[in-house]
């Protein structure tokens, strides 16, 4: 008993020099991108910049990125304690909207976060997503990149059932990543996986008019992929929106599933 007594009185005499020793973390520079796990369809970058004049994105996915929010921030809006950083940001056009980004390292080259977004000072959105850390261009500019032209050109594509160009989130029970479908008639059509943070890496697979099989409740396309999402289930709620299942077989094994929601992109 007493050298329980003694091993405790010695804790409580080293725990305030143990944690003065713990030293706040700090955000390094660089790019970060993710995708809300609960609502929404928004991509949020996170810019930190080695001048300190930093900026938050807020990128419409359904728009396919034509809209996007900059929420620009400094050092003085950032604090950081040994487990976490908070973000204190104001919307410049919106000065009733603010939001509170609280931020853990999670992994090596990645974040956990909770965003709460209040009007007026009454929280009206709460969320939480990971962000990874992007090299390179972001995720939302290789997109532009790679499809400015087919976005530009919508009026001229054909917008019906499943045909037109799509974009949603794919989610494999980790977390949301963003995904593309563009599907023409008489056309080499694709359904192609962005990933968040890492190298500018997509996986992509086709599949062209004979690949698709339609019922009265559902669509099945065969793609030509060997071990991605070669098997992909469509579920059309309405003319703009699809939700899907995907599977990825390779010798008769099912390597990967995963569930996806796309919204039409319109002119």
């Not at 020099?17 to 796990?37: H, Y």
């Not at 996007?68 to 104001?90: G, H, M, Q, V, Y």
């Not at 989130?169 to 192609?192: C, H, I, W």
Request: positive net charge; charged residues 20%.
């Amino acid at each position: 008993m007493k050298s329980l007594f003694v091993s405790l009185m010695c804790f409580a005499l080293l725990s305030p020099s143990v944690l003065a020793d713990e030293k706040p973390i700090k955000l390094t520079t660089g790019l970060w991108e993710g995708i809300s796990d609960q609502v929404g369809m928004n991509y949020n970058i996170l810019d930190v910049k080695d001048d300190g004049q930093h900026a938050f994105y807020i990128a419409k996915m359904a728009s396919a990125m034509r809209y996007i929010k900059r929420i620009p921030f400094t050092n003085s809006d950032i604090t950081c304690t040994s487990a976490e950083c908070t973000l204190s940001l104001n919307d410049p056009r919106k000065t009733n909207e603010k939001y509170k980004i609280i931020i853990s390292p999670h992994l090596t080259n990645s974040f956990k976060v909770l965003s709460i977004i209040s009007v007026d000072e009454k929280p009206t959105l709460t969320e939480t997503y990971q962000l990874d850390k992007k090299e390179g261009n972001s995720t939302t500019r290789e997109f532009m990149k790679r499809y400015g032209p087919t976005i530009q050109a919508l009026d001229k594509y054909t917008q019906k059932g499943l045909y037109g160009f799509w974009v949603g989130t794919y989610n494999d029970g980790t977390q949301k990543q963003m995904v593309v479908l563009n599907a023409q008639p008489n056309q080499r059509s694709e359904f192609v996986f962005m990933l968040n943070g890492g190298s500018n890496a997509t996986i992509e697979t086709y599949f062209k008019d004979s690949d698709i099989a339609t019922s009265n409740t559902f669509t099945r396309i065969s793609t030509s992929h060997k071990t991605f999402a070669n098997q992909i289930i469509l579920h059309q709620q309405n003319k703009n929106i699809i939700i899907g299942h995907m599977y990825s077989y390779h010798k008769g094994q099912v390597l990967q599933t995963a569930t996806f929601e796309l919204y039409r992109v319109k002119r």
